[in-house]
């Protein structure tokens, strides 16, 4: 809060506060930071996503869709506001109205590619999943990191094992062993040791997977962290 005694009228210092809010559980206040933020920089796009976001988080998907709509008029071709407002319509299980607005799918592993993942997820459309990924496995991506790599494989074991493909566990066991290669580099990654998780979970692990998840919360308790620590639970 000492910052923001001193600089009470800084959007950036607000914005942060927020995020912290959000960490701690305390949404309400998070959102309150973001409208006196807004009322500081009406055209900033990034707060319109953020006060969708705590809307979303919510369940206000009505508030949400609104926060987005005041973003889409400021930044008309962003791709992020579409993917955002997918997300919020398929956790509403809206998946038709979903659907146009993930036409382009992303063809590199450094892009995000989680929400289509959900919508070929969700559509039960296996085979025109795992082709997608495939293909972005097979493409160079120098912009792309160990998590981004690693998840891609994940993505491709979960739609292979849906589909019934038995190609499914040696995907798992991939992201199993990369993941813990890299996590000897980077123990305290909770992202990368949550994608371990899941991929152990996916072998059938399920002491493994659960041995993970309590050192996820061992280490970022929900009382330290409220996202990563419910995610974990």
């Given at each position: 809060m000492l910052f923001r005694s001193r600089w009470p009228n800084d959007v950036e210092v607000i914005t942060v506060m927020s995020y912290i809010l959000d960490r701690q559980d305390r949404l309400a206040d998070a959102a309150v930071c973001i409208q006196q933020a807004l009322r500081l920089d009406p055209l900033n796009i990034q707060l319109h996503k953020l006060q969708a976001v705590?809307?979303?988080?919510?369940?206000?998907?009505?508030d949400a869709m609104k926060a987005l709509d005041r973003a889409q008029a400021l930044a008309p071709e962003d791709a992020e506001?579409?993917?955002?407002?997918?997300s919020y319509l398929m956790e509403q299980g809206l998946l038709a109205e979903a659907a146009p607005l993930l036409d382009h799918p992303p063809q590199l592993v450094s892009e995000d590619g989680q929400v289509y993942f959900e919508l070929f997820y969700l559509q039960r459309n296996w085979k025109a999943g795992i082709a997608w990924l495939q293909g972005m496995l097979a493409r160079p991506d120098p912009d792309a990191?160990?998590?981004d790599w690693i998840g891609t494989h994940l993505f491709l074991a979960d739609l292979r094992r849906m589909d019934g493909d038995p190609a499914a566990t040696a995907d798992y066991q991939a992201a199993v062993k990369l993941a813990q290669a890299e996590m000897q580099r980077s123990p305290d990654n909770q992202q990368l040791r949550a994608i371990l998780a899941s991929a152990l979970a996916g072998l059938g692990d399920e002491q493994g997977a659960f041995a993970q998840l309590d050192l996820i919360l061992r280490q970022v308790p929900e009382s330290k962290d409220a996202i990563v620590g419910r995610q974990t639970l």
């Open positions: 705590d809307a979303a988080d919510g369940r206000h998907f009505d506001i579409r993917q955002m407002r997918a990191i160990a998590e």
